[in-house]
């Protein structure tokens, strides 16, 4: 996209959020039952996002070698773990306290949407095949950081079940690169790249549907904290993004890392922050308001970093 100016970017992001309400309005209609739910996702996350991975990775010139691999995922883990630091600081000032929400407000915070959100994001404005490998190897760094740091936070680190960082979609990034960096990525047949190719194309929109008919159930979940609401889009969506581009400004990283990092400092809190609090002995109810607060804003807000942070860093 030659012009990433402010309505170009509002029109790629804007799909993804009606996306999202379609999602909701399906569950409220009763088209896409809760019960369906978990084997969707288990769809998505076992099949069709691998299939997307290996379509974008195996061959991709940017990232067939371990250095620029190994600084993508290094600024994914560095970033999350410096929001989430920042945020458990701040936590305080907001009346939250360790027992009544500071850490799940910290890894809510922290955690960005840094997957399904994204990557439709990153597809249409970046087309090249680059960009969206990039944005794969960066969310190694990311799944590190969620496994130690954030689960971390809430269960204390020597507990930390940092080998669910090894999921499906690490492994199949994992095997990916090492048939980038052995050369085997060439005797990938045409007609499995192609494969790959359609099933991938499945996994975004399945599971940005997921996410909005979640949100729709949550809406209204326990009584609103308005500090919570009001602070965690400030936090997640103003102050946190400063940091992802300074970054991307001052390090001397490829372009298509540059993109990844003014994407991902723009996304609101992960919908998965939820179930990790849920898991972990975290508040729930706080990371349903940080989650649905800061989803809400970035309507407006997403296309605004976006727009700044690439003028920002020259790509």
């Known amino acids: 996209m030659a012009n990433l100016d402010y309505l170009s970017i ?20 009763g088209l896409l039952k809760a019960e369906a739910d978990v084997s969707l996702m288990k769809l998505s996350v076992m099949m069709l996002t691998p299939a997307l991975i290996i379509e974008r ?3 991709n010139p940017a990232v067939m070698s371990l250095p620029p691999v190994l600084v993508a995922a290094g600024l994914g883990y560095g970033l999350v773990a410096l929001g989430i ?28 949407n840094y997957g399904f959100v994204a990557i ?30 954030g689960v971390g936070l809430l269960t204390g680190l020597d507990k930390a079940p940092w080998r669910l960082a090894l ?17 085997l990525h060439a005797h990938v047949p045409l007609l499995a790249h192609n494969t790959f190719a359609m099933l991938g194309a499945c996994a975004v929109p399945l599971a940005v549907l ?12 326990g009584a609103m904290q308005w500090k919570v609401a009001i602070v965690s889009p400030i936090l997640r969506l103003g102050i946190i993004p400063i940091a992802f581009l300074l970054v991307a400004y001052h390090l001397p990283i490829s372009l298509e890392l540059k993109r990844v990092i003014v994407v991902q400092a723009a996304m609101p809190s992960a919908v998965f922050n939820i179930m990790i609090a849920r898991l972990y002995g975290g508040h ?11 989803t809400v804003v970035s309507c407006i807000t997403t296309p605004l970093v976006i727009a700044w942070g690439l003028k920002l860093v020259g790509v």
């Open 57 to 59: 990775v195996v061959g």
């Open 85 to 112: 630091a920042l945020t458990y600081l701040v936590a305080p000032l907001v009346g939250l306290k360790r027992g009544e929400g500071r850490r799940t407000f910290s890894v809510a915070c922290g955690l960005q």
């Open 284 to 294: 729930a109810t706080t990371a349903v308001q940080v989650v649905i607060a800061t």
């Open 210 to 221: 997921l996410i909005g008919a979640s949100i729709a159930d949550l809406w209204g979940q």
């Open 167 to 183: 999921n499906a979609p690490v492994i199949t990034i994992l095997i990916s690169l090492l048939l980038n960096f052995t050369g």
């Open 120 to 149: 439709p994001i990153v597809t249409a404005l970046f087309p090249d095949q680059g960009t969206l490998g990039v944005l794969f190897t960066f969310t190694l760094g990311v799944e590190l950081a969620c496994w130690t740091v």
């Open 10 to 29: 509002l029109s790629v992001a804007v799909p993804v959020y009606l996306t999202m309400g379609a999602g909701a309005l399906a569950r409220k209609t």
